[in-house]
């Protein structure tokens, strides 16, 4: 009698914890999904703040095509620029430059130039200069700042410029640019995306992001042009709203010496032809 009572109760109550754990685990599987969706998804990751990095290659300039950092003036004075970062444009394409960058180049500074990375219109990140280096990006020049105007003049031989304390990052022009004109049709949303992304590893603040426009002193540079200053702004403090920068960023102290597999680079000895894909996790 007490077993024929006994075995519905434990079946009901066996039942009722199956479906409360199938409850558990379906509300589990659903916010996971989401999670995934949230992270993978460029829209979605656009919105919420989250996207994943962008894609990576390095196209190493010529070493004659950019120096090191200073530690001191050419009259003995320490330097302790904060950095700066320098926003220009290629005018040309993003492969028209990498080659340019990569030809050795030994006549004078004016010749010699380069930038950090090359962001392509797809958004690929093309890392051209490692960051501990002097990019020759911009020529005759000076940063208008809260400490007053910042140059630094590396010869006798140059006018000073902000390279010394910048790090450049060009993007793509569109094909309707590369005329050259006063305007054109602006940058892809996945340019300004890796632009954010790699803005926020740098983490220069806000009122040390400039324009090669802005920081020209020979009154021929125009570039950036049609760039949307307000959506780069919001697209890099929704970035940085979400995620800190990590103190091991790799674009700050690994990359792209001994990154990702990349045998460290060591100043005179020719990097230029290497082209890797890197992966980094954001
Ligand atoms: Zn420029």
Redesign the pocket.
């Known amino acids: 009698m007490s077993q024929k009572s006994v075995k519905p109760i434990q079946l009901r109550s066996t039942f009722s914890f199956v479906r409360a754990n199938s409850w558990y685990a379906a509300i589990a599987l659903a916010f996971i999904t989401c999670a995934l969706l949230l992270w993978s998804n460029p829209i979605l990751g656009q919105i919420t703040g989250r996207s994943k990095p962008p894609q990576q290659r390095v196209a190493w300039a010529y070493p004659t095509n950019y120096g090191e950092r200073l530690s001191q003036d050419i009259d003995g004075s320490p330097l302790r620029n904060p950095f700066i970062v ?1 926003i ?2 290629t005018v040309g394409s993003a492969s028209s430059a990498v080659n340019y960058f990569q030809t050795p180049n030994y006549s004078s500074q004016g010749d010699q130039v380069s ?1 950090h990375a090359l962001i392509a219109l797809d958004g690929t990140i093309i890392y051209t200069v490692p960051f501990q280096y002097r990019a020759f ?2 020529g005759n020049s000076v940063f208008m700042g809260s400490n007053g105007p910042e140059a630094v003049q590396s010869s006798p031989r140059v006018p000073a410029s902000v390279n010394n304390f910048s790090y ?1 990052f ?1 993007l793509e022009t569109p094909v309707d640019g590369r005329n050259n004109g006063n305007n054109h049709s602006g940058y892809t949303a996945n340019q300004y995306q890796s632009l954010a992304w790699l803005v926020r590893y740098t983490r220069v603040p806000d009122a040390r992001i400039t ?3 802005t920081v ?1 002193r020979s009154g021929t ?1 125009r ?2 042009r049609s760039f949307d200053q307000n959506y780069f702004f919001q697209a890099l403090h929704s970035q940085q709203a979400t995620h800190q920068p990590s103190l091991d960023a790799p674009l700050l102290v690994a990359l792209p010496v001994g990154a990702q597999g990349l045998a460290p680079l060591q100043r005179g000895i020719c990097c230029y032809s290497s082209s890797k894909a890197l992966s980094f996790s954001s």
């Open positions: 320098v220009h444009e930038y990006g911009a450049h060009s324009y090669h426009k020209d540079r570039d950036p």
